[in-house]
């Protein structure tokens, strides 16, 4: 197999992700959460990192870069427009640059919303996509910097990605996303069973990450500003969906 990825739990509730190609060796970690759990899951797996792909600057994602690289030698990839936040830095990536991982290769998408410098990976060949704190499993980033209005067209841009893309993103929220989400789509069957085997999988303290794009259309009220149910929620029927969106946004925000 040419392509692994190791995934491990990170601090409070982020994810760590290694990515491997056997052919080359090469090693990725995805963002660098926790510097020792990083070292610990390389041990565990006997490989060498070359590489932190970052996603965005907030320290339980970049905080290991410098720790990592005085160790490793690895060479540090993130957003050119948000350079001066992203500790060591060597290769700044702009939107659909492309980035190698020994023989893989990521296409970057720039997803501002949560951080103005947000950008994910996308592994078209091996489908697999690192969203970071964008996307989440029933859920969405919080705004932090952007706008509503920058935030949905971060979130069409995944859309685009083909519905069997695996997404993994950066925290285990789903059980607490999934709560929200029925608040505001109850008569989704497809998220209902989807809330009930989230408590199953957590119950027996099993990750609920990655997920897919597909499943993510049809369950994330995020992604869903189209659904009459949303929209009557949310007192904005018929209303432009980037509208439905910020409104739903908000109520996650108070919810
Ligand atoms: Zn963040
Ligand atoms: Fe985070």
Known sequence: MAFEVFQFPCLND????LIHDSDSGATA???SPDAEAINAALEEKGWALTHILNTHHHYDHAGGNEALKERWQCQ???????AERIPGIDVRVAD????????LIARVLEVPGHTSGHIAYHFAEQNVAFVGDTLFALGCGRIFEGTPGQMWDSLQSLMALADDTVIYC???YTQANAAFALSVEPGNQALVKRAQEIDALRSEGRPTVPTTIGLEKATNPFLR???????AVTGLVGKPLVDVFAETRRLKDNF
């Open 14 to 17: 982020n994810y760590g992700y």
């Open 29 to 31: 970690s995805i963002d």
């Open 76 to 82: 540090i990839v993130g957003a050119a427009n948000d």
């Open 96 to 103: 659909d640059d492309s980035v190698a991982v020994g023989g």
């Open 170 to 172: 950066a925290h285990e």
């Open 225 to 231: 500003p189209d659904s009459r149910e949303i929209q």
